[in-house]
Nanobody, 121 residues
Framework: LQLVESGGTLVQPGGSLRLSCAAS????????IGWFRQGPGEEREELSC????????NYADSVQGRFTISRDNAKNTVYLQMNDLKFEDTNTYYC???????????????WGQGTQVTVSS
């Protein structure tokens, strides 16, 4: 399974972005997917997790109410809609595939290369 993130760019505070995590090599429906962010020298922060079918989703307190995770298994893609972006959301965002959300992603088998989000005026 290979994962590729996209959608990161420069955005103003209060703006919105939608990140995509596209899978290839295996059907994405086999996996739960998590979104993370991590900067140089920082701990990795799990932001959200979505179950195989999309029925179950979990969010970190830092993004609850602002970010929404979703998936389209027919397109082999998971999304992270990010609204009301803040300066502190600036980071590199990664997706990972695992076995389930409990509530964090369990069994992180595959990672993407990351996409940069910069929030700046």
């Amino acid at each position: 399974l290979q994962l590729v993130e996209s959608g990161g760019t420069l955005v103003q505070p209060g703006g919105s972005l939608r990140l995509s995590c596209a899978a290839s090599g295996e059907p994405l429906e086999y996996y739960a997917i998590g979104w993370f962010r991590q900067g140089p020298g920082e701990e990795r922060e799990e932001l959200s997790c979505i179950s195989h079918t999309g029925i179950r989703t979990n969010y970190a307190d830092s993004v609850q109410g602002r970010f929404t995770i979703s998936r389209d298994n027919a397109k082999n893609t998971v999304y992270l809609q990010m609204n009301d972006l803040k300066f502190e959301d600036t980071n590199t965002y990664y997706c990972a595939a695992g076995s389930l959300c409990n509530p964090d992603l369990v069994g992180r088998y595959s990672w993407g290369q990351g996409t940069q989000v910069t929030v700046s005026s």
